[in-house]
């Protein structure tokens, strides 16, 4: 086993803890209050930088270990109570956080920019009121966690002799971890001498060469305590059989005095050998290639789950071995039997499938907790009180969609913030109070999951949007629009309705994204408004990408899926309720709108049963808030079908989202609505139209 990789598998453990410990500090920052701190708060927060330091330590990070020492002395005096708790203070904390995270960043290639680490060490030290020296990693290597004291400091520390008893189980090498790289962080604080025992009885020919036979008595010399030699060893504690006990040190006692082995315990086995450590040449660890192949690839899964898998797998091997007494003499009186046997199977086939559906679910928590901090550093630049309610963070979400879903949500997050909240002054003149509040809320409704930003600010000046629209070309100057149209109209590419370009807003960027993101997922966003009211986005999603609620339709002998997200409803039409535009396309007329006809048929040159629209049926459909009527010969039914994707083996295909196999093993392509209604426009040589067009 490669001492590298087993050196950058601990590394990347790591760089995954320490970033949960930086969402630890973030969160308990964002959540003191001003003045005196919760001494609970302070302590996680305190405990989370130090572990960030002597993990850095202990792996060679020396950049980021001396960067947290400043961050921790700061904070310990927060925790003592020897400082306040300033916003100044706060704000310090909270960029240093993202430094560090910065700078774990960096360790993807290599290299750790210092730059911002240097400017934030000496705002730190201004706050502290002195300015630091630089602190050797030999001087502050895993400090003990009860104190912010150096751990060498000699007035702290008295000069003593240790006697070590290191005994590792035997896997200790099977979960990475190398005693010889604990005895040289010893040897960097002090004088070490190693001796190293082997076990009574060895079977040569039963030896696994991946196991430690080996355990250890040390004798340490050096200024430094019981708990940093203890923090040296916390990795493996629960790995080995440890004791640490002082031994005297007498004034007369001469260098070669201090080497007798007599000094060991006596109840410590007689060493068979004497080990010397070598010194250690480079202490950082190849960490490139792990983050590179490592990253995203792991999930945190509650064993509660785990064992309900386990259950399952054990139910659905009774049923496997109910149906393999059918395999072989079978009579029809047996039918019954197998027919039950057959029903059960498909119960654990299901269970099973929700279980394993289960295992990939994530809290929405794991997005929401972004968004504190966003909303007090945006709210805090645009002179704005806003309160931030989380509501639903235990929804469950698949992995994959909850990693697409953040970016979309930070939008809509900073457009309530920007356009929607007014100012304090604003607000106490509408007779508002002072602080608006911001909601993010998620639950469950259906196979779907719903997530709501609600504002109550301003709402939208549908005067304006319309105007805006206007001047831009988008709306005619006669044409009319309903409140949800004019709602639409934010979704567009380019349009915005601030007059003046800020960071935040005014590029006309980032609406249209928005939909088009989450109509990439499955879902769809909608937005209803009340003017001095409040404003609320609304996001539907699949709870998994990789199973979908479809709606079996068939066109010739072909036969697609279509979502049941997608679907608003199915009609059938005559031929006097259809028109013709310019000769290219056709609408129907649908109650109050006409809504455009997309032929698949023609779109994907298939034959059909008949191109007379009353022999047909029309799936209304909808996306990127646009409605088209699909004209396919029939309907069949709905069912749940497995995703798979297309472009693993051949290209990505215009209009087709994936393809599914059927219970009689034929193929399904499964249709991607927004594709149709953009190859219908590209055909037809149409503009994409407004939602609905009122009749």
């Given at each position: 086993?490669?001492?590298?990789?087993?050196?950058?598998?601990?590394?990347?453990?790591?760089?995954?803890?320490?970033?949960?410990?930086?969402?630890?500090?973030?969160?308990?920052?964002?959540?003191?209050d001003l003045g005196a701190a919760d001494p609970e708060t302070m302590n996680s927060?305190?405990?989370?930088?130090?572990?960030?330091?002597?993990?850095?330590?202990?792996?060679?990070?020396?950049?980021?270990?001396?960067?947290?020492?400043?961050?921790?002395?700061?904070?310990?005096?927060?925790?003592?109570?020897?400082?306040?708790?300033?916003?100044?203070?706060?704000?310090?904390?909270?960029?240093?956080?993202?430094?560090?995270?910065?700078?774990?960043?960096?360790?993807?290639?290599?290299?750790?920019?210092?730059?911002?680490?240097?400017?934030?060490?000496?705002?730190?030290?201004?706050?502290?009121?002195?300015?630091?020296?630089?602190?050797?990693?030999?001087?502050?290597?895993?400090?003990?966690?009860?104190?912010?004291?150096?751990?060498?400091?000699?007035?702290?520390?008295?000069?003593?002799?240790?006697?070590?008893?290191?005994?590792?189980?035997?896997?200790?090498?099977?979960?990475?971890?190398?005693?010889?790289?604990?005895?040289?962080?010893?040897?960097?604080?002090?004088?070490?001498?190693?001796?190293?025992?082997?076990?009574?009885?060895?079977?040569?020919?039963?030896?696994?060469?991946?196991?430690?036979?080996?355990?250890?008595?040390?004798?340490?010399?050096?200024?430094?305590?019981?708990?940093?030699?203890?923090?040296?060893?916390?990795?493996?504690?629960?790995?080995?059989?440890?004791?640490?006990?002082?031994?005297?040190?007498?004034?007369?006692?001469?260098?070669?005095?201090?080497?007798?082995?007599?000094?060991?315990?006596?109840?410590?086995?007689?060493?068979?050998?004497?080990?010397?450590?070598?010194?250690?040449?480079?202490?950082?660890?190849?960490?490139?290639?792990?983050?590179?192949?490592?990253?995203?690839?792991?999930?945190?899964?509650?064993?509660?789950?785990?064992?309900?898998?386990?259950?399952?797998?054990?139910?659905?091997?009774?049923?496997?071995?109910?149906?393999?007494?059918?395999?072989?003499?079978?009579?029809?009186?047996?039918?019954?039997?197998?027919?039950?046997?057959?029903?059960?199977?498909?119960?654990?086939?299901?269970?099973?499938?929700?279980?394993?559906?289960?295992?990939?679910?994530?809290?929405?928590?794991?997005?929401?907790?972004?968004?504190?901090?966003?909303?007090?550093?945006?709210?805090?630049?645009?002179?704005?009180?806003?309160e931030l309610r989380l509501v639903g963070e235990n929804t469950e979400l698949d992995?994959?969609?909850?990693?697409?879903?953040?970016?979309?949500?930070?939008?809509?997050?900073?457009?309530?913030?920007?356009?929607?909240?007014?100012?304090?002054?604003?607000?106490?003149?509408?007779?508002?109070?002072?602080?608006?509040?911001?909601?993010?809320?998620?639950?469950?409704?259906?196979?779907?999951?719903?997530?709501?930003?609600?504002?109550?600010?301003?709402?939208?000046?549908?005067?304006?949007?319309?105007?805006?629209?206007?001047?831009?070309?988008?709306?005619?100057?006669?044409?009319?629009?309903?409140?949800?149209?004019?709602?639409?109209?934010?979704?567009?590419?380019?349009?915005?309705?601030?007059?003046?370009?800020?960071?935040?807003?005014?590029?006309?960027?980032?609406?249209?994204?928005?939909?088009?993101?989450?109509?990439?997922?499955?879902?769809?966003?909608?937005?209803?408004?009340?003017?001095?009211?409040?404003?609320?986005?609304?996001?539907?999603?699949?709870?998994?990408?990789?199973?979908?609620?479809?709606?079996?339709?068939?066109?010739?002998?072909?036969?697609?899926?279509?979502?049941?997200?997608?679907?608003?409803?199915?009609?059938?039409?005559?031929?006097?309720?259809?028109?013709?535009?310019?000769?290219?396309?056709?609408?129907?007329?649908?109650?109050?709108?006409?809504?455009?006809?997309?032929?698949?048929?023609?779109?994907?040159?298939?034959?059909?049963?008949?191109?007379?629209?009353?022999?047909?049926?029309?799936?209304?459909?909808?996306?990127?808030?646009?409605?088209?009527?699909?004209?396919?010969?029939?309907?069949?039914?709905?069912?749940?079908?497995?995703?798979?994707?297309?472009?693993?083996?051949?290209?990505?295909?215009?209009?087709?989202?994936?393809?599914?196999?059927?219970?009689?093993?034929?193929?399904?392509?499964?249709?991607?609505?927004?594709?149709?209604?953009?190859?219908?426009?590209?055909?037809?040589?149409?503009?994409?139209?407004?939602?609905?067009?009122?009749?």
């Amino acid at each position: 086993m490669s001492i590298d990789v087993n050196m950058a598998e601990i590394a990347q453990l790591f760089i995954e803890e320490s970033l949960e410990g930086l969402d630890i500090m973030e969160s308990g920052l964002l959540n003191l209050d001003l003045g005196a701190a919760d001494p609970e708060t302070m302590n996680s927060i305190f405990r989370a930088a130090h572990s960030i330091k002597g993990g850095g330590a202990t792996f060679g990070f020396t950049e980021i270990s001396e960067f947290a020492h400043h961050v921790e002395t700061l904070l310990d005096e927060m925790r003592q109570g020897q400082r306040a708790v300033t916003r100044e203070g706060v704000d310090l904390m909270l960029q240093s956080v993202d430094c560090i995270r910065e700078m774990i960043a960096g360790l993807a290639d290599g290299t750790i920019d210092t730059t911002r680490s240097a400017e934030l060490e000496v705002e730190l030290a201004k706050m502290l009121g002195e300015v630091e020296p630089a602190v050797s990693l030999q001087d502050e290597v895993l400090t003990a966690s009860s104190g912010g004291s150096a751990p060498n400091d000699p007035q702290t520390v008295e000069h003593r002799v240790w006697a070590i008893r290191f005994e590792p189980l035997p896997k200790i090498f099977k979960s990475c971890n190398d005693p010889l790289r604990m005895f040289r962080e010893l040897q960097s604080l002090g004088d070490l001498e190693v001796h190293a025992q082997g076990v009574d009885e060895l079977d040569f020919e039963q030896l696994d060469p991946e196991e430690c036979h080996l355990n250890w008595t040390l004798e340490f010399q050096g200024k430094v305590s019981r708990e940093q030699l203890e923090e040296i060893f916390a990795w493996v504690l629960d790995e080995c059989e440890l004791s640490i006990e002082p031994l005297a040190l007498e004034a007369e006692i001469d260098a070669d005095d201090l080497k007798r082995t007599d000094r060991v315990p006596a109840e410590s086995p007689e060493p068979v050998a004497k080990v010397s450590v070598p010194k250690a040449v480079s202490k950082k660890p190849a960490v490139k290639s792990v983050v590179s192949t490592h990253e995203n690839t792991s999930i945190r899964v509650n064993i509660d789950k785990v064992d309900a898998l386990i259950n399952l797998v054990g139910e659905l091997v009774i049923t496997q071995s109910m149906l393999s007494r059918f395999s072989g003499d079978f009579d029809f009186t047996q039918l019954e039997g197998l027919r039950e046997g057959l029903n059960q199977l498909s119960r654990n086939t299901r269970d099973i499938q929700e279980s394993v559906l289960g295992i990939r679910m994530l809290p929405m928590s794991f997005a929401f907790s972004r968004f504190p901090r966003l909303v007090r550093d945006t709210g805090h630049a645009l002179g704005k009180k806003v309160e931030l309610r989380l509501v639903g963070e235990n929804t469950e979400l698949d992995k994959t969609v909850l990693e697409k879903i953040g970016d979309p949500l930070v939008h809509l997050v900073r457009n309530s913030l920007d356009h929607g909240l007014e100012t304090p002054e604003q607000r106490v003149a509408a007779g508002k109070p002072e602080t608006g509040v911001l909601e993010l809320n998620a639950y469950h409704e259906g196979g779907n999951i719903v997530i709501e930003v609600i504002d109550d600010g301003a709402g939208i000046n549908k005067d304006k949007v319309l105007s805006k629209a206007r001047e831009s070309g988008l709306v005619g100057p006669d044409e009319q629009l309903s409140d949800e149209q004019i709602n639409n109209l934010i979704f567009r590419a380019g349009f915005s309705t601030v007059d003046q370009v800020s960071d935040l807003s005014g590029r006309g960027v980032g609406m249209d994204v928005v939909r088009r993101n989450i109509s990439d997922l499955g879902g769809n966003v909608s937005l209803t408004s009340e003017s001095g009211v409040g404003s609320k986005f609304t996001i539907r999603l699949p709870l998994t990408l990789a199973i979908l609620d479809g709606q079996l339709v068939r066109v010739g002998k072909e036969s697609y899926i279509i979502s049941l997200v997608s679907i608003v409803e199915t009609i059938q039409t005559s031929a006097e309720k259809v028109s013709e535009i310019a000769g290219q396309s056709e609408v129907f007329r649908l109650r109050d709108e006409y809504l455009p006809i997309l032929r698949l048929h023609d779109l994907f040159d298939v034959p059909a049963d008949s191109d007379e629209i009353a022999d047909g049926l029309l799936v209304v459909a909808e996306a990127n808030g646009q409605r088209v009527g699909i004209f396919v010969d029939d309907l069949q039914e709905q069912q749940q079908v497995v995703i798979k994707s297309l472009e693993a083996n051949f290209r990505q295909m215009q209009g087709i989202s994936g393809a599914t196999i059927l219970g009689d093993g034929r193929i399904a392509l499964i249709l991607d609505v927004q594709g149709l209604i953009q190859m219908f426009h590209e055909k037809t040589g149409q503009v994409p139209v407004l939602p609905a067009v009122t009749a």
